[in-house]
């Protein structure tokens, strides 16, 4: 019995040790469950059963060392975030990730391990400074200068893991490393909110990519240096320039929705990025936002499809190993969290496994 692992899916389901105890029909007290915790009693199979259904967790996670450690944790919010929420969220990335790490490991792949591009993090000095940086990163990556169609996906492929989950509302995303001491790697982890419209999840990842690429000992704001970065990276200026002229007076609210579709950014952080790379003036974007523009803050006019970039990586690999029998079908379950009729529909297509289950 790992004590640690009780604790986390404890924080994790939102018990104190009370809690847990009355959900497990008073079957343990509350001073035993401390004891299991920190390791100065082990549960026997009644208790270990009742445990892992009150944790809505299997045994065998119960049982299992935990092979990764959280650090670094960095909140993105304008208010404080409670103990409770940070323990939650806390606890479900160790528990995702380690899902995550060990599919990896499974299928021996190291390409996917994250690796800072030279000479970054770089201490930045202006805002200016943050639109070159995106710039080269842009390069060392080789995206050119086009317009980024899944910021999800380029992120999974660059080594950092990324994962929507239920925050607190006023918190667009974290940053934090997962550590495994075993090894002595660190895994850098982006997690968004799932409840935020597609253009803000875009827009915070690239933030939260910022904070990887930038040193925290620059000079002046480090949130508004990365925020600066995020609009250059996922809105080039060369693009940009070509796309809605170098100088510009007027616009129309039909060609800014276009171009916001085709950049994939929020319509209001557009119409920022266009005073950012000099087409337009304060003046004319201080007015569109005391006019037309001004429900944009709170509502975004044509939305983006909320679904349409999901972190699809994990759930491949899953599939990648039971399809090439590296792991079980029972494994498979264990590591998606989904029934097993979902798997073989995964693996089988639906009428297949709809056959597979009237035999």
């Not at 208790?47 to 909140?75: C, D, H, R, T, W």
């Not at 970054?120 to 317009?147: C, F, Q, T």
């Not at 827009?203 to 930038?214: D, K, N, Q, S, W």
Request: net charge neutral; proline share 4%; glycine share 6%.
């Amino acid at each position: 019995m790992n004590g640690e692992r009780i604790k986390l899916a404890r924080k994790k389901a939102g018990l104190s040790l009370r809690g847990l105890a009355d959900k497990m029909g008073g079957l343990v007290s509350a001073q035993a469950i401390g004891k299991y915790e920190r390791g100065e009693m082990s549960p026997g199979s009644d208790v270990l059963i009742a445990m892992s259904k009150a944790l809505g967790v299997s045994q065998s996670y119960l049982l299992a060392a935990p092979g990764v450690q959280l650090g670094a944790v960095e909140f993105r919010t304008k208010a404080n975030t409670g103990a409770k929420d940070r323990a939650r969220i806390e606890t479900e990335v160790i528990e995702w990730v380690e899902r995550y790490l060990q599919i990896e490991d499974i299928l021996e792949l190291e390409s996917a391990a994250w690796e800072c591009p030279a000479k970054m993090p770089r201490k930045l000095n202006s805002l200016e400074d943050a639109e070159k940086l995106a710039d080269e990163l842009r390069e060392a990556w080789r995206l050119g200068i086009d317009p980024i169609p899944n910021m999800t996906e380029l992120l999974e492929e660059k080594g950092i893991k990324v994962l929507l989950a239920d925050l607190p509302k006023k918190v667009s995303g974290l940053t934090c490393f997962v550590k495994r001491p075993q090894r002595g790697d660190e895994t850098p982890v982006i997690v968004i909110n799932r409840d935020n419209n597609l253009e803000r999840r875009r827009f915070t990842m690239a933030h939260e990519l910022g904070h990887r690429v930038i040193a925290a000992d620059s000079e002046g704001d480090l949130e508004k240096l990365c925020h600066r970065f995020a609009g250059a990276f996922l809105v080039n200026k060369e693009h940009l320039l070509k796309e809605f002229g170098s100088t510009r007076s007027a616009f129309g609210v039909s060609e800014v929705m276009g171009l916001k579709r085709m950049y994939r950014v929020s319509a209001a952080s557009f119409l920022m990025r266009l005073e950012q790379v000099g087409v337009l003036d304060r003046s004319t974007i201080e007015y569109a936002f005391r006019t037309f523009a001004n429900p944009w803050r709170t509502e975004e006019p044509l939305p983006l499809d909320a679904n349409a970039e999901q972190a699809r990586r994990f759930e491949r690999l899953v599939y990648r190993a039971a399809a090439e029998d590296m792991i079980s079908l029972p494994k498979a379950v264990e590591l998606l969290r989904v029934p097993l009729v979902e798997v073989e529909r995964g693996l089988k297509g639906p009428a297949e496994s709809h056959a597979n289950h009237r035999q």
